[in-house]
């Protein structure tokens, strides 16, 4: 089941659940399955930034996968905040990531090293973050904070 879908030039990154990150060549004919990194839980969110896909994981949470050669992806690093990632947007060196209750600012200016910076416990279940220049928009089920 497909997730999430971000496209950089030719290619579309998918969080697709159980599979993991899927990488697609949208130029081929038959939109062919050109890379795929299998995480250990369930893909649900993802960004992709320069050479870098930052996926949220549902059991492993934040994966950093190295995807400047496409039809190679690799695991470069990871960040596991115990409570499971379901969002993950990323702007300059932060991802922003939303679990069952907070908001979690990873520095991941070193992807091989990421690490948590800031947390907002937010007031019932997170949903999406939108960042703009110096702020952070959270949306939860209920009402935008």
């Known amino acids: 089941m497909v997730n999430d879908v971000v ?6 990154y998918l969080a697709s659940g159980s ?23 369930y893909a649900l969110s993802l960004d992709v930034i320069g050479d870098y896909a930052y ?9 950093i996968i190295d995807v400047s050669t496409p039809t190679r992806p690799q695991e470069v690093g990871f960040y596991d905040p115990v409570q ?10 932060y991802a922003y990531t939303l679990d069952g209750g907070a908001m979690r600012i990873v520095d991941v200016s070193i992807p091989t090293q990421p690490v948590e910076v800031g947390l907002f416990q937010t007031i019932g279940l997170p949903v ?6 110096q702020h952070a928009y959270v ?4 009402q935008a904070i």
């Open 84 to 93: 499971p990632a379901e969002h993950v947007i990323v702007a300059d060196e």
């Open 139 to 142: 949306i939860n089920e209920r």
């Open 55 to 63: 996926l949220a994981d549902e059991l492993y949470g934040l994966c």
């Open 7 to 12: 496209v950089r030039g030719r290619y579309a």
């Open 19 to 41: 599979a993991g990150l899927q990488i697609v060549d949208t130029e081929s004919p038959e939109l062919s399955l050109v890379g795929q990194v299998d995480t250990a839980g």
């Open 128 to 133: 999406q973050v939108i960042i703009s220049e």
